[in-house]
């Protein structure tokens, strides 16, 4: 009987002893003063666990994660395609490792440049980058800290593209959370180049530095970064079961102890998501969109009942067709050369506003106006169905929709926008002059 009791009694504490681990604090295998993590539930913006999140650290080569918005914001605009040709000046060469060994007076397209810098990571590359598009790096730098302001990223200043040392290049666990975020969310057909689990370029093969790809089930990015200064960092992305979780953890003594411990991190909180809700559509039902048949000048793509081949652009395998949008408020320079497709009922819009929302950019008609109609049954108060309109910019050889509700006041906009924010939909007002 004695035998029993404390045979019974000994479970007990053994199983006391694992809800005890359970809940205890992870250990951080960082190094003092440079450890931060945080992890966010993507979908209900949810934090499950953070330390020092916002505290300023070095992000290292977190910081070409911003790089390659900038770029994949040039390349939406038009500015850029993904064959065309970036210049190397000899600055970029003399950039330390990591690096492709770039020659000054060459030149590297677009395509490349992007995977190299998801991929191998290289610094040579990021200024490359910068001075395309920023004409220095230092200018480079301010309009970086410029976007990171606009996306939230309060507590962020870039002094470079590449994230190599220096004292004012500091950015929070936070802040690399919300940039991880904006990426997935404004450029989701370009985001799976973070991945790519090699790249090969003029007879090399450079491997992804970001071993959660094979080694945690669900990883689909994001990034790595490393300098002596900030320890290891890494950003990740992970989906499983139709829940994202995305994570950033500063500061690892090692890259495989700050793997382990990251793994750890989203153990637990792929744990503690199960029991947060999932985002509904408004239960209010959606207005009818009826279409009216436009002139034949202005058919949109499809009007004959022929289903043309959509243009998109291609990376690799990949299809391009661009989604994005960063919830700022931006004059609509347009001018002459936009040709609008409106598409609106028989009954023509009453409302007259000077602005609008624009909730995505396609390479693609169709995947326009589809967005275009899914903001505006998400708000059908305040995104009237009969106000969703799709323009065509050219993009070079090939044409930018972009996806919009206009005829709206700014009060109207900026409270729309907010609200489709808040139900992980990007947007961004446009004023349009009426």
Not at 92 to 117: F, N, Y
Not at 176 to 181: D, K, N
Not at 318 to 334: C, S, T
Not at 368 to 378: D, G, P
Request: hydrophobic fraction near 40%; charged fraction near 20%.
């Amino acid at each position: 009987m004695l035998r029993r009791a404390v045979s019974r009694l000994s479970w007990r504490f053994a199983g006391l002893a694992l809800v005890l681990l359970l809940l205890a604090p992870l250990a951080a295998p960082a190094q003092a003063g440079k450890y931060a993590s945080i992890v966010i539930d993507f979908e209900t913006g949810t934090v499950l666990h953070e330390a020092n999140a916002d505290e300023r650290k070095y992000p290292a080569s977190l910081t070409k994660m911003m790089t390659l918005y900038m770029l994949f914001e040039a390349l939406d605009r038009g500015e850029l395609s993904l064959d065309s040709k970036l210049s190397v000046s000899q600055r970029a060469q003399g950039m330390p490792p990591s690096k492709l060994w770039l020659k000054a007076g060459s030149t590297i397209r677009v395509e490349d440049a992007i995977l190299a810098l998801t991929t191998k990571s290289a610094n040579d590359v990021a200024v490359v980058v910068a001075e395309a598009l920023g004409g220095t790096e230092i200018q480079f730098a301010r309009m970086m800290t410029e976007k990171a302001e606009s996306l939230g990223m309060t507590r962020t200043s870039f002094r470079n593209a590449s994230g190599l040392p220096n004292q004012g290049q500091k950015s929070t666990a936070r802040d690399m959370a919300v940039l991880s975020m904006a990426l997935l969310r404004n450029f989701p057909t370009y985001y799976d180049v973070f991945s790519t689990k090699a790249f090969r370029y003029r007879g090399n093969t450079y491997k992804n530095h970001n071993n959660l790809l094979k080694a945690y089930s669900g990883t689909d990015g994001i990034k790595t970064g490393y300098i002596r200064a900030s320890g290891f960092n890494l950003a990740a992305s992970v989906m499983r079961n139709g829940r994202r979780l995305i994570a950033v953890v500063f500061g690892g003594k090692t890259s495989r102890s700050r793997d382990k411990h990251m793994m750890d991190l989203l153990d637990r909180g792929f744990v503690q998501a199960a029991s947060l809700p999932r985002y509904t559509p408004d239960p209010s039902p959606p207005k009818p969109t009826t279409l009216l048949a436009l002139a034949p000048a202005e058919a949109a793509p499809g009007a004959t009942g022929v289903e043309p081949t959509p243009p998109v652009i291609q990376l690799g395998e990949r299809k391009l067709a661009q989604a994005g949008a960063q919830g700022a408020e931006a004059p609509d320079l347009d001018g002459s050369s936009v040709l609008d497709r409106l598409i609106r009922p028989a009954h023509a819009a009453t409302a007259a506003g000077p602005y609008g929302v624009q909730v995505g950019a396609f390479f693609d008609y169709d995947s326009a106006l589809s967005l275009a109609k899914r903001a505006s049954e998400r708000l059908p108060d305040l995104l009237p169905a009969e106000q969703v309109v799709v323009t065509s910019l050219p993009a070079g050889a090939k044409t930018l929709y972009r996806a919009r509700i206009l005829g709206l006041g700014q009060p109207e906009a900026k409270r729309a926008c907010r609200e489709l924010q808040q139900r992980s939909m990007d947007c961004l007002i446009v004023a349009t002059g009426g």
